[in-house]
C-alpha cells in the first residue's frame, strides 16, 4: 500500500510541475517573477522543468516486422545478452531481422 501512494505522489508532483512550467510559458514572464507570483521554490521549477524535458525527449520508435521463415537452432542453444540494462533472450526460432532491428533502435535510443 506504501508503494502505491509513493507512486501517486510522484505523479501528483510531476503533474504539479508540469503544469506550473506550461502556465509559465503561457505567460510569457520570466521563471523568477512566476515563481515569486506562485510562491515556488525557483530551484525546484528549474529541477523539474529540466526533469520533464529529459523525460519527454525519448520516444518509441516503430519497429515493422516482416514474418520471415525462422532459422532453425539447436533446442538446447540458448543467447542471453545484458547490455546498458537491457536484456534480450534469444532462443530457438528467432529471427535475425529483427534482433537486428532492435538492436539499431536500442542504439538510436542512446543518442
Not at 510531476?14 to 502556465?23: A, D, L, M, N, T
Request: glycine letters at 4%; one cysteine or more; a positive charge.
Amino acid at each position: 500500500m506504501a508503494k502505491q501512494s509513493l507512486t501517486d505522489e510522484r505523479m501528483q508532483k510531476r503533474i504539479f510541475w508540469k503544469q506550473h512550467i506550461k502556465e509559465c510559458g503561457r505567460m510569457g514572464i520570466t521563471q523568477i517573477e512566476y515563481c515569486r507570483q506562485h510562491k515556488l521554490s525557483t530551484k525546484s521549477f528549474t529541477y523539474w522543468k529540466r526533469r520533464l524535458r529529459q523525460k519527454s525527449s525519448v520516444s518509441f520508435v516503430p519497429v515493422q516486422v516482416k514474418p520471415e521463415t525462422p532459422i532453425v537452432v539447436d533446442r538446447s542453444s540458448e543467447l542471453v545478452l545484458h547490455k546498458d540494462g537491457y536484456r534480450i533472450e534469444i532462443k530457438e526460432g528467432f529471427n535475425p531481422a529483427v534482433l537486428g532491428e532492435v538492436l539499431r533502435t536500442i542504439r538510436e535510443l542512446k543518442c
